[in-house]
């Protein structure tokens, strides 16, 4: 059965169990579409309402650039469990002689960079899910605009769930040249990530108390 059509209570306790998946890598999947469902629901709650006609539009395609987002991310929950199996029997390869030693490094180096692409595409999709609760918490119901803020800190977890799960991975990896672009492209996204986070948890919070 895939990960996201379990329980909730079901997910859980396997995460806490001691099966190595779903690990880190899911929970950041499933916490960041969490997030972005409670944006579409501020925006749902937007539309149709006489007060914010004059953004209903842009709130339709921030809902539907957020349903692709949640797609994407209850997607990456497998994915992740997907690429760590083979990790895992990589790790139990024999390396008694120079032979076995070779091809231990090169499987584990393939399996690294393999094991690296999901953290990334889960940082990638929580990053643009920043950017629509940064626009949502502007324009958003203020009777929901609590959820915003809720919503874009699931998403900053996931971001930096996702960052710890991409260090882990290229720490194993010996090509500098991929190592290099995926570390900056990684703090690229969790530097502009977490500051646009920050600022529309401050502007919501900002709205609350006014």
């Known amino acids: 059965m895939s990960m996201v059509d379990k329980t909730c209570r079901d997910f859980i306790e396997v995460l806490a169990s001691k099966h190595a998946v779903p690990g880190g890598g899911g929970a950041a999947a499933m916490g960041g579409a969490i997030g972005m469902a409670l944006s ?12 914010y006609a004059d953004v209903e539009g842009e709130v339709k395609v921030l809902i539907e650039k957020g349903d692709k987002i949640i797609t994407d991310l209850e997607r990456l929950v497998d994915k992740d469990a997907e690429v760590f199996e083979p990790l895992s029997k990589a790790y139990g390869l024999p390396k008694d002689t120079p032979e076995q030693t070779k091809f231990r490094d090169e499987t584990m180096e393939k399996c690294c960079k393999v094991a690296c692409s999901v953290p990334m595409d889960i940082m990638r ?42 260090i882990i991975n290229i720490n194993s990896i010996n090509d500098q040249a991929f190592v290099k672009a995926t570390k900056d492209e ?16 401050n502007l919501v919070i900002k709205k609350l108390t006014k």
């Open 125 to 166: 999709a929580a990053y643009e899910g920043i950017k629509i609760h940064a626009r949502m918490g502007q324009i958003g119901s203020m009777l929901a605009i609590s959820d915003v803020a809720c919503g874009v800190v699931f998403l900053k977890s996931a971001l930096i769930s996702g960052s710890l799960n991409v």
């Open 40 to 51: 579409n629901m501020v925006g749902n709650l937007t539309v149709g309402k006489k007060k």
């Open 186 to 201: 990684m703090d690229r996204l969790l530097a502009e990530g977490t500051k646009s986070a920050d600022e529309t948890l």
